[in-house]
């Protein structure tokens, strides 16, 4: 389970301070999918990376599994799985090598790695390219290989930013039934995209951020009862709408 209480973030820019998150609070649940919905520049990327421990914030918490992200970041990241929104590949290694890499530096032995390799090969579709080079890979092997990197060590809890991005029809089909997978498994994933009938086939529930701030949050079916809106997407869009509105 993924808590996140009041969050704040704060950057320097030459027009004066941007809050790119200010007062974000939410709870990411085991054995669900939390979609993180918001428009570009809405503080969603800036609110994972406070929650896999790539920033600190400036005020609020997070707790992984009850652990404060804060006070024991390296306890964190072993039960984290993240994707995020850069996913570079190592192009001279093998998808094989790169997932194996990523084993050995969170302190694997060599038969776990290959097990749990094996294991994330054949759950992502990956029999064919598994044993060559990545450079050359479409953004979809890419993606996949990224994934299973970010597995490898099995963590209960996984963040991933938007898996789903420039992938063809057939691809993004078999990264849904993936995360299906991961949530029948009893994981915490939060998932953020853009691709609002993502959103309503795989969340469970839907954090909206705008501006920073919480807008909506719950199921969908609670989200469209929220705004009065029998579609997601419109929900969504009068959600963001009354945040517009206060800021103007």
């Given at each position: 389970m993924i808590e996140v209480h009041d969050l704040h973030k704060t950057f320097k820019a030459k027009t004066g301070p941007v809050r790119?998150?200010?007062g974000v609070s939410f709870s990411a649940r085991d054995g669900e999918i939390t979609g993180l919905l918001g428009p570009n520049g809405a503080?969603?990327?800036?609110?994972?990376?406070?929650?896999?421990t790539l920033m600190r914030p400036e005020r609020g918490w997070v707790k992984v599994d009850g652990i404060d992200v804060a006070k024991d970041p390296e306890a964190v990241r072993r039960r984290l799985g993240v994707l995020p929104d850069a996913r570079g590949v190592?192009?001279?290694?093998?998808?094989r090598e790169?997932?194996?890499?990523f084993g050995r530096l969170h302190g694997m032995d060599e038969a776990s790695i290959a097990r749990r390799s094996e294991a994330l090969?054949?759950?992502?579709?990956?029999?064919?390219?598994?044993?060559?080079?990545?450079?050359?890979?479409?953004?979809?092997?890419?993606t996949k290989t990224a994934i299973a990197r970010a597995l490898v060590h099995d963590p209960k809890n996984v963040i991933l930013d938007e898996p789903t991005n420039g992938l063809d029809v057939m691809t993004t089909r078999a990264m849904r039934e993936f995360l299906h997978r991961l949530r029948?498994?009893?994981?915490?994933v939060i998932f953020s995209s853009h691709i609002m009938q993502e959103v309503a086939a795989l969340c469970d529930r839907i954090v909206v951020i705008a501006k920073g701030h919480v807008v909506a949050q719950g199921t969908p079916d609670e989200l469209r009862a929220q705004t009065g809106e029998s579609n997601l997407e419109d929900a969504f869009v009068r959600a963001i709408g009354s945040e517009e509105g206060l800021s103007a």
């Amino acid at each position: 389970m993924i808590e996140v209480h009041d969050l704040h973030k704060t950057f320097k820019a030459k027009t004066g301070p941007v809050r790119a998150v200010d007062g974000v609070s939410f709870s990411a649940r085991d054995g669900e999918i939390t979609g993180l919905l918001g428009p570009n520049g809405a503080g969603k990327t800036t609110t994972q990376r406070m929650l896999y421990t790539l920033m600190r914030p400036e005020r609020g918490w997070v707790k992984v599994d009850g652990i404060d992200v804060a006070k024991d970041p390296e306890a964190v990241r072993r039960r984290l799985g993240v994707l995020p929104d850069a996913r570079g590949v190592y192009k001279r290694l093998t998808a094989r090598e790169n997932i194996a890499y990523f084993g050995r530096l969170h302190g694997m032995d060599e038969a776990s790695i290959a097990r749990r390799s094996e294991a994330l090969i054949e759950a992502l579709g990956m029999r064919e390219e598994a044993n060559r080079q990545t450079e050359g890979f479409s953004q979809g092997q890419r993606t996949k290989t990224a994934i299973a990197r970010a597995l490898v060590h099995d963590p209960k809890n996984v963040i991933l930013d938007e898996p789903t991005n420039g992938l063809d029809v057939m691809t993004t089909r078999a990264m849904r039934e993936f995360l299906h997978r991961l949530r029948a498994e009893g994981r915490c994933v939060i998932f953020s995209s853009h691709i609002m009938q993502e959103v309503a086939a795989l969340c469970d529930r839907i954090v909206v951020i705008a501006k920073g701030h919480v807008v909506a949050q719950g199921t969908p079916d609670e989200l469209r009862a929220q705004t009065g809106e029998s579609n997601l997407e419109d929900a969504f869009v009068r959600a963001i709408g009354s945040e517009e509105g206060l800021s103007a």
